[in-house]
């Protein structure tokens, strides 16, 4: 089997703004990928940027590890990642090519390099992957697995979502058909990352400690922004029960104070809340939590199936593009708040609760809530 080093170019450091909110989470997506990787059978290392200093750490995984092949993969739920920024680039392109010198096989995936693979290609990379594209990166190491020194036309040839250096330029393979979606191991790799590190800057700064989950990949809404360029017109969402074990192994293992749910759309069904809830229940209790949710989504049933004893309400404006019926309004629910709250009796658009000035320490069910639900 290969070794691979999984890593991202994200570093703290170079975005003054975040370093100052000091609310760092781990690279959820490149540790998904991580496990996913390490289930198939491949001995795979890590390298975190987030709170790295500089790329000492890194150079010394390629040199004391000598990866056969070197993999980053941004962290698709971060929307700092989404950014884009340049000085991120600069960063995976220096990675890439420490990684192209060492004679590594070097594959990469991300919001950046899905939009502009041509460049990441000219940095040394060999392979670039557009969106999530977990098939296409399952095929690749397979192929990589039987062959290390496949030539990158060959490596590609017939898979979907990948693009290689020709002589005339980037080029991006057609695949027959899409392949299967690959399972997800059922944790993070998060004994790859240096969570206590995460607990200083968060404590130092906060006073608590939180960790990011996320229960669905993509969003089922057509809105065009956000989730779109990664996962397309698609809404995978994981079984409750597996997210809530999910959320009580962090609390056993790594024991945060609060999980910020990374979901563009939390739950999406009240029955999938409900189930969530209870399992939860179950077993004691989760940790409290953070969702994001379209407002406009928020029932009866709805409000009612989230753990109120786990979650506080925030409404955001302006964050989730316009549904088809113009609604713009997210909920945030991030704190505490009495379980028997009343629900109100009607819908209440968005500008209206604007004016009311019900804007925050109001439980989302007194929000948006429909009628019909």
Known sequence: MLSILVCHSYFLRFDQK????????????SLQVAAMLRTAGHEVSF??????????????????????????????????????LGKMRDAAFEMIAAARAAGMR???AGSDASDASGDYLDAGA????????????SALVCRLNGAPDLPNAELAAGLPDVSHATA??????????????????????????????YRRVWRRAHGYFSLNMAASRGCS????????????????????AAVAAE???????????????????????????????????????????????????????????????RARSQRTRGA????????????????????NQPCARRRIQPDVVERQGLRRDILGRELLLRSDA
């Open 47 to 84: 390298f975190d940027a987030m709170l790295a200093d500089d790329l000492n750490f890194y150079e010394r995984r390629l040199s004391v590890i000598k990866p056969q092949v070197v993999l980053f993969y941004e962290d698709n739920f971060n929307f700092l990642s989404k950014m884009c």
């Open 168 to 197: 005339a330029g980037p080029k991006r393979s057609v695949a027959a058909a899409p392949l299967p979606e690959p399972s997800l191991a059922a944790l993070p790799a998060w004994d790859l990352v240096d969570v206590e590190k």
């Open 106 to 108: 070097i594959i990469a």
């Open 247 to 309: 959320m009580l192994h962090l609390k056993r293992h790594y024991r945060p104070d609060h999980v910020w749910f990374a979901d563009d759309i939390f739950g999406f069904k009240a029955d999938w809340v409900r189930e969530f809830a209870a399992a939860l229940a179950s077993s004691g209790g989760g940790v409290p939590f953070t969702i994001q949710l379209r407002a406009d989504l928020v029932s009866k049933r709805m409000a009612a199936a989230v753990p109120a004893d």
């Open 320 to 339: 989730a593009g316009a549904s088809t019926r113009g609604a713009t309004t997210l909920l945030r629910r991030e704190s505490t708040g009495p379980a």
């Open 126 to 137: 060999d392979i670039v992957l557009h969106g999530e594209a977990l098939g296409a990166l």
């Open 18 to 29: 975040q370093q100052l909110r000091a609310k760092p989470y781990p690279p959820l997506a």
């Open 221 to 240: 809404f057509r809105c065009n922004w956000c989730a779109k360029p990664i996962w397309g017109n698609q809404y995978l969402q994981r079984p409750a």
